[in-house]
């Protein structure tokens, strides 16, 4: 006869005996539930579906957390970038707002992203991070500003900024944790190393298989994941690789083994609804099969320090299909950037 204990032992609870688990949500109730969680991850998508929840009345969850995230924007945040558009700024109180709710039930990071609109500049990410930061220090002075992760668009641009951000300047600007998100390609992966990102974030699927019913990738990137995973550790990289953008629960357990993956509620729930006897799958399969690839870092050497050479390496990856995901990824973004912007306008 089966033990108790093993009958209740659920597929979360297996998944987070091989990898560390984060959730990639801005509904704390799922942390609180489920958790606690490594990581909380999240990005404009996220934030919009999450502000724009409504009560039973029909009125904004979140109407209060909106006006004050407003007043923030107008008042001591505009004064100190009043270069920044006051939206763009109420936008990204927001955010913080929103995830450091998660700070009593994750253990590590709280992630927030960049501006998409600004992935082709370094500059403007560079400073969009650190105001991040500086909102973080604001809004709550006891949460410690190294558990901020500051998930950045894998352009070349961006990478540079994940660079800067993660050297620091001294006392005037310490180091920033950075997460190189939207990547799809082991060009961007060993760039994002060797800019000394704290983590990558590979997309197993494409953006566009949220948001387009019936849509499915055919060129899912679960090889990504293990090449990256396997390079980084034969390279003695810092840089730790976190599985995104899944689609199923055994799409999950596929990965389980991954030094970190980030699951949305609905997988979550599914996860810790099933117990692991009662699953016909194999976890961790993906991980387990353990081919021996490696991957071919040809004229790394080169390109890694000279744009010219690292965009037609990019551009050439997979035949274009890595670039026009992370395209199609910014455009995608950028739209919820918009409405984003328009939510805090109703309230400036």
């Known amino acids: 006869m089966e033990s108790i204990e093993h009958v209740h032992v659920t597929l979360l609870d297996s998944l987070r005996n091989v990898s560390?688990?984060?959730?990639?949500?801005?509904?704390?109730?799922?942390?609180?539930?489920?958790g606690p969680f490594?990581?909380?991850?999240?990005?404009?998508?996220?934030?919009?579906?999450?502000l724009t929840k409504t009560t039973p009345e029909g009125k904004l969850q979140y109407e209060e957390l909106l006006r004050r995230a407003t007043e923030d924007a107008r008042t001591w945040l505009?004064?100190?970038?009043?270069?920044?558009?006051?939206?763009?700024?109420?936008?990204?109180?927001?955010?913080?707002?929103?995830?450091?709710?998660?700070?009593?039930?994750?253990?590590?990071?709280?992630?927030?992203?960049?501006?998409?609109?600004?992935?082709?500049?370094?500059?403007?990410?560079?400073?969009?991070?650190?105001?991040?930061?500086?909102?973080?220090?604001?809004?709550?002075?006891?949460i410690k500003t190294k558990r901020v992760c500051i998930k950045i668009p894998a352009t070349w641009e961006g990478i540079a900024a994940c660079r800067e951000l993660e050297a620091g300047e001294g006392?005037?600007?310490?180091?920033?944790?950075?997460?190189?998100?939207?990547?799809?390609?082991?060009?961007?992966?060993?760039l994002a190393a060797h800019a000394g990102c704290t983590y990558i974030a590979p997309y197993v699927n494409?953006?566009?298989?949220?948001?387009?019913?019936g849509y499915v990738d055919q060129h899912k990137a679960f090889n990504l994941t293990r090449?990256?995973?396997?390079h980084y550790v034969d390279k003695s990289h810092r840089t730790q690789v976190l599985a995104a953008s899944?689609?199923?629960?055994?799409?999950?357990?596929?990965?389980?083994?991954?030094?970190?993956?980030?699951?949305?509620?609905?997988?979550?729930?599914g996860l810790a609804a099933e117990p692991t006897a009662d699953w016909d799958g194999k976890l961790?399969?993906?991980?387990?099969?353990?081919?021996?690839?490696?991957?071919?870092?040809?004229?790394?050497?080169?390109?890694?320090?000279?744009?010219?050479?690292?965009?037609?390496?990019?551009?050439?990856?997979?035949?274009?299909?890595?670039?026009?995901?992370?395209?199609?990824?910014i455009n995608i973004f950028s739209d919820k950037q918009d409405e984003l912007e328009a939510l805090a306008r109703r309230f400036l």
Request: net charge negative; with cysteine; proline share 5%.
């Open 20 to 34: 560390e688990v984060s959730c990639d949500t801005l509904d704390v109730q799922v942390a609180k539930d489920l």
């Open 38 to 50: 490594r990581d909380v991850t999240s990005n404009q998508a996220i934030a919009l579906g999450e």
């Open 78 to 142: 505009h004064a100190a970038w009043p270069e920044v558009d006051l939206a763009t700024l109420a936008v990204e109180v927001m955010m913080v707002r929103l995830v450091i709710q998660f700070a009593p039930y994750v253990t590590h990071y709280m992630h927030v992203q960049t501006n998409p609109k600004w992935a082709y500049s370094t500059e403007k990410t560079r400073r969009n991070a650190q105001r991040i930061v500086e909102i973080f220090k604001k809004i709550d002075p006891s």
């Open 171 to 190: 006392s005037r600007s310490p180091p920033i944790a950075t997460l190189a998100t939207t990547l799809f390609c082991m060009e961007q992966a060993v």
């Open 206 to 213: 494409e953006l566009k298989v949220h948001f387009e019913p």
């Open 227 to 230: 090449l990256a995973q396997r």
């Open 246 to 269: 899944l689609t199923s629960v055994d799409e999950v357990m596929q990965l389980a083994g991954i030094q970190h993956v980030t699951v949305s509620p609905h997988l979550l729930q």
């Open 284 to 329: 961790g399969a993906f991980f387990a099969a353990d081919p021996q690839e490696r991957w071919d870092a040809g004229g790394f050497a080169t390109w890694c320090g000279d744009e010219s050479e690292y965009r037609i390496a990019f551009t050439r990856s997979g035949r274009g299909k890595a670039e026009e995901k992370l395209v199609q990824a």
